[in-house]
Nanobody, 117 residues
């Protein structure tokens, strides 16, 4: 059974930075694409970024140039470096694993990010 555990969230002032981590267990992630998403209160879940097995990435326009996704397959971990944070980035952030090649099949429990103005 695949488990994903996010960490690194917290409270930060606007303009600040945070780095989120997503550690996987039960599966070696080196062959899989991973994604980051977020969900703010009262809003739908939003795609942020996807990283392929060979570290190709794509980003949502809302975070492009501010967020960077990376992976360390030796640590079975994916990261989300978030810079120039804005109050509208406040949300619960989730990582997910694409097991099927076309959908995200496993999700973490999320980590809260709060950006104060």
């Amino acid at each position: 059974q695949v488990q994903l555990v996010e960490s690194g969230g917290g409270l930060v002032q606007a303009g600040g930075s945070l780095r989120l981590s997503c550690v996987a267990s039960g599966r070696t992630i080196s062959s899989y694409s991973m994604g980051w998403f977020r969900q703010a209160p009262g809003k739908e879940r939003e795609f942020l970024t996807r990283i392929t097995w060979n570290s190709n990435t794509r980003y949502a326009d809302s975070v492009k140039g501010r967020f960077t996704c990376s992976r360390d397959n030796a640590k079975n971990t994916v990261y989300l470096q978030m810079n120039s944070l804005k109050p509208e980035d406040t949300a619960v952030y989730y990582c997910a694993l694409d097991d099927s090649g076309h959908d995200y099949d496993y999700w973490g429990q999320g980590t809260q990010v709060t950006v104060s103005s």
